[in-house]
């Protein structure tokens, strides 16, 4: 059975005068799949990811997210994706309830929805108690655990996740990876970034960039075949090596 592609692009390219930030990248991703995009600092991830989510319009080239055209439709591509920084996205100064009701709102979601989502919400996270807590309040894996639960909230296409798991104990990352599981078995394709290479090995296919162009796309064992590698800290190092540029 042919597989629903939610990403494409063909030959997007980005450049800020003279310098080519991204150079000329073709590749799909499928439903429901969790897509790893690497690359060290510098190779152009981030500048790429930007112009999926429809922050940044592409020098030429072209792109599809969700159906949508990254050059035209970007307004449309904003509410169809979640997003997550490892900055958590998460407002402080706002009760754990209030920030889930802002994204909802921000997504269009309607009130009695929210209301119902919400308890479901911090049923499943064990966070009934915390309804009224601040955000500046939780630790900090319990903040990252919200984020990602926020940003599909909305039940997105897509979910960005870019360095999610940055500064967090390894017990609570495995927990994280289980939500990510769980949001790819009910149908949303995550997109993310790390810069734990034992994380890639947990993707369904991994990229990676170097210097602005893609130089390796496959699952993670196909990767540690092609390189001879045993794991995918080698492969990536041995990409990284050709690196000629750095931030």
């Known amino acids: 059975m042919e597989r629903e592609i939610v990403i494409h692009t063909e030959e997007l390219t980005k450049r800020f005068g003279n310098f080519t930030a991204v150079d000329r990248i073709s590749f799909d991703v499928y439903k429901g799949e969790v897509f790893g995009f690497l690359g060290a600092n510098g190779a152009g991830k981030t500048t790429a990811m930007r112009m999926l989510c429809g922050l940044s319009r592409p020098t030429s080239g072209t792109g599809t997210v969700a159906g949508y055209d990254i050059s035209r439709q970007y307004e449309k591509i904003k509410s169809s994706i979640g997003y997550m920084s490892q900055k958590f996205s998460l407002y402080e100064d706002l009760k754990v309830w209030e920030n889930i009701r802002l994204y909802a709102g921000i997504y269009g979601m309607k009130d009695k929805e929210i209301e119902r989502k919400t308890a479901e919400l911090l049923e499943?996270?064990?966070?009934?108690?915390?309804r009224n807590a601040m955000v500046r309040s939780l630790p900090l894996g319990w903040k990252q655990k919200l984020a990602f639960s926020v940003s599909i909230f909305h039940d997105p296409a897509i979910v960005f996740l870019d360095e999610p798991t940055g500064g967090v104990d390894p017990y609570t990352r495995r927990q994280f990876w289980e939500m990510i599981y769980e949001a790819a078995d009910r149908g949303i394709t995550v997109f993310v970034t790390t810069h734990y290479m034992d994380e890639?090995?947990?993707c369904d296919r991994v990229s990676i960039m170097v210097d602005g162009r893609i130089d390796a796309l496959d699952t993670p064992a196909n990767l540690k075949a092609q390189f001879g590698a045993e794991s995918m800290d080698e492969v990536f190092?041995?990409?990284?090596?050709k690196a000629e540029r750095s931030e």
């Not at 190092?237 to 090596?241: E, F, G, I, P, T």
Request: proline fraction near 0%; glycine fraction near 0%.
């Open 237 to 241: 190092r041995s990409l990284a090596r």
């Open 124 to 130: 499943r996270l064990h966070f009934t108690r915390e």
């Open 200 to 202: 890639a090995e947990y």
